[in-house]
């Protein structure tokens, strides 16, 4: 079965830089899209940045402001999510999503960003 692990999360300073990966298998990674959401206390998920079976990619400008980088490895079957300059508003539950044409979630790592 499919199966999404997220690891890297931790504990970094405001300014600081974490790189998230989410490991994959039981499923053709190539063939799917793969997505970064996060979840904050008392807040819905909100997408973080996508990228598509063709390697392209989209952010959610609003809550990454060109700060974070998304990328995979095919050869690896894992996902990245390189997180530049963090803010205090960054810390979030962070979930990678796979999706086409069946949908799943990992289990999410803890982001959290403090002094």
């Known amino acids: 079965q499919a199966r999404l692990v997220e690891s890297g999360g931790g504990l970094a300073q405001p300014g600081g830089s974490l790189r998230l990966s989410c490991a994959t298998s039981?499923?053709?990674?190539?063939?799917?899209?793969m997505s970064w959401y996060r979840q904050a206390p008392g807040k819905e998920r909100e997408l973080v940045a996508k990228?598509?079976?063709?390697?392209?990619?989209?952010y959610n400008d609003d809550a990454v402001k060109g700060r974070f980088i998304v990328s995979r490895d095919d050869s690896r079957n894992t996902m990245y999510l390189q997180m530049n300059n963090l803010k205090p508003e960054d810390t979030a539950v962070y979930y990678c999503?796979?999706?086409?044409?069946?949908?799943?979630w990992g289990q999410g790592t803890q982001v959290t960003v403090s002094s």
């Open positions: 999503k796979a999706e086409w044409p069946s949908i799943y």
């Open positions: 039981g499923f053709t990674f190539s063939i799917y899209h």
């Open positions: 990228i598509d079976n063709s390697a392209r990619t989209t």
